[in-house]
């Protein structure tokens, strides 16, 4: 890990099979989990909705919980209480179930309408920071980001300034995907040869749990990430780290890049050990727009060309023939 | 005539077929409910060859591919077969013999074949010059939408061989009408399917 | 040709990989070893299941029974009790696979016993199974049992494509059990998002097996709902008008109607898929102009009236539910009959719901979050109706009943998460997390599943003529709410954590004891199915001391109740006049119930038909035929169905008779009995002696 990293806590009922991927995954229990501890604007405001629209449904639904047993124990058979078996209808009656759920709808709708537009993954943050720009590739099973301005990109591995807003282009290499941080805000889908747009930012400097949400085959739940919020000069640290010290992103590279594997077949593809095993110096430009295009990769990177097919089925044909 | 009240939209067979007549109340209700449902389909084909039409992936389009002289062809071909079958139907339920009522079937039939015909034709054609459906999202999209126009109307041939063997074997008894009134519906469904397909696809391929 | 081109031929891509215990016997390693015994077990369940069904049914010489009173039957009774049987199988199946996946859920911090591939086939046959082979019949049986009886009508309008429609059923439904058998099955989930199912990534018979299952089942339900749709309008007795009908037959014509639009957008979204698949189309590919965004919104086109599809019936159910055993009329007929026709007509408004994180724009998700909350307000009309249906009523806790208040309450916190769910804002946040599973879940568990286990137990008596025991059953409630609670709360919890649906492990501690927590839900979900094995089993042991011959034992409202128990091939020796609604309650408060008619005459039924059991066996083999790329057995099988639809078409005697004299034996025989029975007050309905014959209330009041 980098120098910000605090140590992972000692974890208790973990299997064998888990072992070897934690320390890249960095799969720390630190990481926050859930926007109810929300630790950007985005996730706060999902919460404030979340608790207000729960509060106001419960105008319906309390009545619900309270009456029905009330009712059910005071019109039991043998009870006392009166029976009326041909009454069915009330005007009164019918006036305040359809009126008062209409109501509690009306009012939902409207801040229904107000959040939607308020926190549409799409509108940039305010702030008086310009925003980081970072553009994720989901590849099974695993995020590749890259930094245009800063031309590096990682693998799993978000890093961003407290004090500045993400601005995020996605795209998928493979099938849809969803880009999750629960913490920090919205998730949004990733789509193979579409660009969608999500818009997150930290309160402060901290580590969060990262995702992919949306079901892409056997290395799924593998496919968990940290990002992390750090100070400026740590971000500028960072930078300068796997500039220097970062692996190039050549031909034979990115082929591996974008086989079927999850981080650690990965890593130990790449014979990567150590914090900048899965960190790229010298990112081309364009490389993201020749992605979400289709266009060979192949031109833009350094490196022998490799001919062999791009994708591995998950699984091989059944049967006899080839 | 005006005595037999309506017992379903459409065609009624009347008081001279009582049995039939009756019959068809359930039939032919259920008939419509089932074009209902057939109709999603083809509006949903239709969506999707709307959504498709730019997805030609560096492939042949619609300028390419379609020939307007065989595609009114077709239509024409069609229509008159509605109006045949609509002939046929009159004779079903005012000449009481067969005779009449066959013959219209009879042209009816070639004229439905000639269209699978001649739509085989195109199709062939189409491939000739690249336009398979392996080779763009809207050659998918048209693939799916008009040959399944025309598999209909295969189905609704064979029906109608089907019953013309019925007629000779059980005389045009009951079933053999609710039959016929029922395939007159699908005919003129599919007449009406392929003005669609006609309009929107190969016009609009053109505009 | 040699030897290895005719295999090649007459096997297609089918090989010893193909067997589920291959992969384990080729690469011993623990997992496969742990996961190909899981599914031999359950391979080898199938397949001695069946053997002993065989065997059991030559034992015992029943084959001719099984063809001529089951197979071939168009009773749609017979039909209905079929389906429910089908849709009971394909439940204990997905139980357990749901109690598998909650296992390895509870030890899944980092690790656990299940593959990630085993897994993937464990949700999607767990979902598949669900929706279409366990939800979809079990209500098309209940509605095809009580909806002729209760409009009054001798059959369905087509009798015979009611058969045709629990065959293809069956043949959806045998072909998912076949893929234990020989393996794999899709990993995509119920849904079947491509490209993940496209042929790039997944070209294996799996997705195949997904397609043309449920492809058989949309046919089936696609011809199911034209027929119940037909029947309503029109085989209704004289004087059964539309706002005459019970209220499960309005959510039955409602469901009926939704069948008939939303099954469409299913069949092509599949067979387009399939296309892709087999024939090298472009409709969702990643190359050359595909566009999966027309899957997912084809899919929840039909996904999200599908919904309604299952829970509607189950309303009806519940509606009679609370009416019958709180002794009074159902409160606010007309607002539940609209409500209900409005929740029909929004369902097909909102599809876009189950995508909001796709990126459209905020003024598209806000219009059909909108659109997704205003279905709320009539459901929660109904809720209240419910309430005020059993409001100035005499409320029995009966089984059913136990069964409808449970629903009652969770139903409402369901109801509460999806309005959560309608904000685009928050669901940008639970969407695709446990929190969504959860959510779904306490909207069909109780919402579906409830509903027809409480129709199930309270037109058991009606069907077989003897009421089920009570011990087990109320075990069996008691068990499926706390069950539920214990299974999906947690889910509820885990969601908000972050976790996401179809994982397989997990890396954070935090998880970790609300996975044990459902894990137990699970366990107590699994004494529920236990308990309702065990309440038959005792049931039919003591069959004798519990009948209902006169047929009514729960003092129903609706005309089904004035039958015998079981109901007479024709339903009603006469067909009976209807004059207000709760026609039998009415008969019964005017004391003209069990009347003897002035004449009898001959009843016309329809004959048999094997078309129904044909096209199963046909259906079944061309898809099983098309799974394995078996195409001499795909043109066998298209060519036989072809063939049988056309000699059908042929058959003349479509009907039989059964003679005046015959009913008329019957049903004064019948009324001999009626009169000979004790009448019971309410307090002893449960008990043995009641026979089926309700005490005529005493000023008013039920006794």
Redesign the interface.
């Known amino acids: 890990m980098t120098d910000t990293t605090p140590p992972c806590p000692r974890r208790f009922g973990r299997f064998a099979a888990g072992l070897a991927i934690m320390p890249l995954l960095a799969g720390c229990s630190h990481a926050h989990l859930s926007f109810l501890a929300p630790q950007g604007p985005i996730a706060a405001a999902q919460r404030d909705h979340f608790w207000l629209v729960i509060a106001i449904t419960l105008v319906v639904v309390l009545p619900v919980f309270v009456l029905t047993p009330v009712i059910v124990w005071r019109y039991r058979y043998g009870g006392r209480a009166a029976y009326r078996p041909r009454w069915s209808f009330s005007r009164r009656l019918e006036y305040v179930i359809w009126g008062i759920p209409f109501l509690i709808v009306g009012i939902l709708a409207v801040f229904l309408w107000r959040q939607t537009y308020a926190l549409d993954p799409y509108n940039p943050l305010p702030a008086d920071n310009e925003p980081l720009h970072v553009q994720v590739v989901g590849y099974d099973w695993k995020w590749l980001f890259i930094y245009p301005d800063q031309h590096i990109a990682t693998v799993d591995e978000l890093v961003f300034p407290d004090d500045r807003p993400l601005a995020l282009e996605l795209t998928s290499d493979t099938v849809m995907q969803s880009f999750f941080i629960p913490s920090l805000g919205s998730q949004v889908y990733a789509m193979n040869g579409m660009v969608t747009r999500l818009h997150l930012a930290a309160d402060g400097p901290g580590r969060f749990r990262g995702e992919n949400s949306q079901y892409n085959g056997k290395g799924f739940h593998t496919q968990r990430f940290t990002a992390r919020a750090v100070s400026d000069a740590t971000f500028s640290d960072f930078v300068e780290r796997v500039r220097r010290q970062g692996r190039a992103l050549d031909r034979p590279t990115y082929q591996i890049l974008d086989g079927r594997n999850t981080v650690p077949e990965l890593a130990r593809a790449l014979d990567g050990t150590g914090d900048d095993a899965l960190r790229f110096s010298a990112i081309p430009d364009g490389l993201f727009s020749a992605i979400v295009a289709g266009v060979p990769i192949q031109s833009l990177l350094p490196g022998p060309v490799v001919t062999s097919a791009r994708q591995t089925p998950l699984h091989q044909p059944q049967g006899g023939t080839p | 005539m005006t005595a037999t009240p309506s017992r379903h939209p459409g065609l009624n067979l009347g008081r001279a077929h009582q049995e039939a007549h009756d019959a068809c109340e359930v039939l032919v209700f259920g008939f419509w409910v089932f074009m209902m449902s057939d109709l999603i389909i083809f509006g949903l084909l239709f969506a999707n060859y709307v959504t498709q039409l730019d997805a030609l992936a560096g492939g042949p389009g619609p300028g390419e591919l379609f020939e307007m002289k065989s595609a009114f062809l077709e239509t024409l071909l069609l229509l008159t077969s509605s109006f045949t079958y609509g002939l046929a139907s009159y004779c079903l339920k005012y000449r009481h013999g067969r005779g009449w009522l066959t013959a219209w079937l009879g042209v009816t039939l070639l004229l439905g074949l000639a269209f699978i015909g001649f739509e085989l034709h195109d199709f062939h054609k189409m491939a000739g010059e690249g336009g398979v459906p392996s080779r763009s999202g809207f050659l998918s999209a048209f693939f799916a939408l008009v040959p399944l126009h025309g598999l209909h109307v295969a189905s609704a041939c064979l029906w109608m061989v089907v019953l013309m063997v019925q007629m000779c074997v059980h005389g045009l008894d009951t079933g053999v009408k609710t039959g016929l009134v029922r395939l007159g519906l699908l005919w003129h469904f599919l007449d009406i399917v392929w003005v669609g397909i006609f309009s929107l696809v190969y016009l609009g391929g053109l505009a | 040709m040699t030897l290895n081109h005719f ?2 031929l007459a ?5 010893w ?2 067997l589920p215990f291959w992969e384990m016997i080729e690469q011993p390693t623990l997992s496969h070893i742990v996961n190909g015994s899981i599914v031999t077990a359950a391979a080898s369940l199938v397949v001695l299941g069946a053997l002993a069904t065989v065997v059991l049914i030559t034992r015992f010489g029943k084959w001719r029974v099984l063809w001529s009173d089951w197979l071939t039957s168009v009773d749609h009774k017979r039909i209905g009790i079929m389906f429910i049987v089908v849709a009971l199988v394909m439940l204990a199946r997905a139980i357990i696979e749901a109690v598998f996946m909650r296992a390895q859920q509870a ?1 899944g ?4 016993f299940l ?3 085993h897994f ?1 086939e464990f949700f999607t046959t767990h979902g598949t199974i669900m929706v279409f082979f366990m939800a979809m019949p079990f209500l098309t049986g209940v509605i095809n049992y009580v909806m002729p009886l209760q409009i009054g009508a001798r059959d369905l ?2 009798p015979v494509m009611n058969s045709v429609s629990l065959g293809l059923t069956a043949a959806g439904a045998a072909l998912i059990m076949v893929s234990l058998v020989l393996t ?1 099955f899709s ?3 119920w849904s079947g ?1 491509p ?2 199912t496209e042929a ?7 997705v195949d097996y997904w397609i043309w299952a449920v492809t058989l089942s949309s046919l089936g339900s ?1 011809m199911t ?3 119940f ?2 029947t309503i ?3 209704r007795a004289p004087g059964m008008h539309l706002f005459r009908m019970p209220l499960f037959c309005w959510t039955a014509l409602c469901t009926s109607i939704l069948m ?2 939303a ?3 299913l ?2 979204a599949t067979a ?1 898929l399939a ?2 698949r087999y ?5 969702f590919t ?9 899957y997912v919104n ?1 899919f929840w ?1 039909f996904g999200h009236p599908e919904v309604y599809i299952l829970i509607l019936p189950a309303f009806g159910v519940f509606s009679e539910v609370f009416s019958t055993f ?8 007309k ?1 539940l009959v609209i409500a209900t026709m409005c929740i029909a007509v929004l369902s097909f408004t909102v599809w876009l719901h189950h ?1 909001f ?3 459209q ?2 003024s598209i ?2 219009a059909f ?2 659109a997704t ?2 279905i ?2 009539p459901t ?2 109904k ?3 419910w ?11 009966t089984i059913p009943m136990v069964y409808a ?1 449970g629903f ?2 969770l139903f ?2 369901g ?2 998460t999806g ?2 769910l ?5 669901d ?2 639970v ?3 446990l929190f969504l599973v959860a959510h779904f879940h306490n909207m069909l568990v109780p919402g579906l599943l409830f509903g027809m286990l409480a129709g199930y137990q309270m037109w058991f008596p009606k069907a077989f003529g003897f009421r089920l025991e009570t011990r087990w059953g109320y075990r069996a409630a008691y068990a499926w709410i706390a069950g539920f609670i214990l299974a999906f709360f947690p889910l509820y919890a885990l969601g ?3 976790m ?11 998880y ?1 004891p609300w996975t044990i927590i459902a894990g137990i839900g699970a366990l107590v979900v699994l004494f529920a199915l236990f308990s309702l094995v065990m309440q038959f089993w005792l049931s039919l042991r003591h069959r004798h001391e519990n009948r209902v011959p006169v047929g009514d034992p729960w003092d129903g409202r609706s005309l089904e109740w004035a039958t015998p128990a079981p109901v007479p091939e024709y339903n009603f020796p006469v067909t009976p006049e209807v004059s207000s609604r709760d026609a039998f309650m009415r008969e019964k408060d005017l004391g003209q119930a069990y009347q003897r008619p002035a004449e009898y005459r001959d009843i016309t039924m329809p004959a048999n038909s094997a078309l129904g059991p044909i096209l199963t066996v046909t259906g079944f083999l061309m898809a099983f035929g098309l799974v ?2 078996l195409w001499w057995l795909v043109l066998l099988a298209g060519v036989a169905s072809v063939g049988a639809l ?1 000699a059908r ?2 058959v ?1 005697r479509t009907t039989k008779v059964i003679s005046a004299e015959e009913v008329r034996e019957t049903h004064e025989a019948w009324l001999r009995q009626v009169d000979e029975t004790q009448a019971v007050k ?2 002893k309905e449960q008990d043995t002696s009641n026979r089926g014959r309700p005490a005529a ?1 005493v000023s ?3 006794q």
């Open positions: 295999l090649d096997l297609g891509r089918l090989d990989h193909a030890v911090l980092d690790g656990g593959s990630a591939e993937g309008s087509f794999p990993t995509g989930g998002y490209p993940f790039s990534f997944n070209p294996g018979a799996g696609t709902g034209i027929n749709a037909v309008y029109k085989e008939i639009f099954m469409p957008p069949t092509v387009m296309l892709d024939l090298d189309f472009h409709f990643q190359d050359l102009g595909g566009d999966m965004m027309n084809l086109l709180s002794g009074k009329r159902l409160y606010g007929y607002g995508f994180t796709m990126g724009s905020p998700n806000a979050g909108i909350m205003l709320g307000v929660g009309v809720i209240y109706d309430m005020l249906t059993m409001y100035r009523g005499r409320v029995r806790l208040l009652l309450i409402v916190l109801g509460m309005i959560l309608a904000n685009p804002s928050i940008y946040q969407h695709n997390t908000l954590l972050g996401p649906r179809r994982a397989v492990g997990f890396i954070e501690p935090a970790l394995w790329y056309i078409s042929f003349r309410r307090d209330p008013g009041a039920v």
